[in-house]
């Protein structure tokens, strides 16, 4: 059942998407080479904490995985597609690009948010990757308007991707958010013919959030059980907003 929210719970969302934002810009500006992974975890530790919030990742169970996740970030690194976990270990080097993904709950209503950013200069080639994954996430929000159907946004975001040469991961989706961190309708980033397609009504919240990757599509699970790659080796970018309909037209709930 899709759960349509009304215009306080969706300012509820605005607070927990704005922090999200906040989070995110911090640790996007602390991206360089020679910093960890686990620094930007223990970062964005201090801001939920600071805020009063609670991570949606932390905790999260994953019957696949067979555990909880026990970070507050996902940090996936050039071919990791996403779920990848910080670590001290992980030293971030010149010409790589990590997708930092995380969540809060505030109030008891939830934000999801991510971004693929380069450390230091890139190849013309991913640079072309970041900012066409970013443009599809862009066009999509477009259709996010009463009366159009949830295939409007996922078919949006195939065509510029397909077009531009890169391919869609089909194993992971966006998803619908509120008081659940997951919620109805899944909200894949190509036209799937075996899903539904519900028309949007005011009201509905979408995370949508396109993975691309570089090379082929396919997607494989490293032995730490959680951390998605691109099984040809190619570059993965992901950028995610939570969106919701509203009367005057696609609403951001992640950004200013």
Same mark, same amino acid.
């Given at each position: ?5 009304? %215009? ?7 607070? @927990? ?34 805020? $009063? ?6 905790? /999260?169970?994953?019957?696949?995985? =067979?555990?909880?996740?026990? /970070?507050?970030?996902?940090?996936? &690194?050039?071919?990791? &597609? ?7 270990? %992980? ?16 109030? =008891? /209503? ?38 159009? %159907? ?14 531009? $040469?890169?391919?869609?991961? %089909? ?5 619908? &958010? ?5 919620? #109805?309708?899944?909200?894949?980033? /190509? ?10 009504? #005011?009201?509905?919240?979408?995370? &949508? #959030? ?23 080796? @190619?570059? @993965? ?11 005057? =037209? ?7």
């Amino acid at each position: 059942m899709i759960v349509r929210k009304t %215009r306080a719970e969706l300012e509820k969302m605005r607070r @927990s998407g704005l922090l999200v934002y906040e989070i995110l810009q911090a640790l996007g500006r602390m991206v360089e080479e020679g910093i960890s992974t686990w620094d930007l975890e223990v970062a964005a530790v201090k801001m939920m904490a600071d805020a $009063g919030a609670k991570p949606a990742f932390k905790g /999260y169970y994953v019957p696949a995985a =067979g555990e909880r996740y026990k /970070y507050v970030l996902c940090t996936s &690194i050039n071919e990791e &597609i996403v779920h990848g976990m910080p670590n001290p270990k %992980r030293i971030l080097k010149g010409g790589d690009i990590v997708s930092i993904d995380t969540g809060v709950s505030l109030e =008891g /209503y939830f934000g999801d948010s991510a971004l693929t950013v380069p450390v230091g200069a890139v190849s013309e080639q991913t640079q072309k990757l970041l900012d066409v994954t970013r443009e599809s996430l862009e066009l999509a929000i477009e259709q996010v308007r009463e009366g159009n %159907r949830l295939f409007d946004i996922c078919g949006t975001v195939e065509e510029h991707v397909v077009k531009n $040469g890169f391919s869609i991961v %089909r194993e992971y989706v966006g998803h619908g &958010i509120g008081t659940q961190l997951h919620e #109805e309708p899944q909200v894949p980033n /190509y036209v799937d013919r075996k899903n539904e397609n519900p028309r949007l009504r #005011e009201g509905m919240v979408l995370a &949508i #959030e396109p993975m691309v990757n570089a090379g082929r599509p396919e997607a494989k699970v490293l032995k730490d059980k959680w951390t998605a790659v691109a099984k040809d080796g @190619s570059y @993965s970018a992901h950028f995610e907003h939570c969106v919701a309909v509203t009367p005057e =037209g696609p609403w951001v709930l992640t950004r200013p």
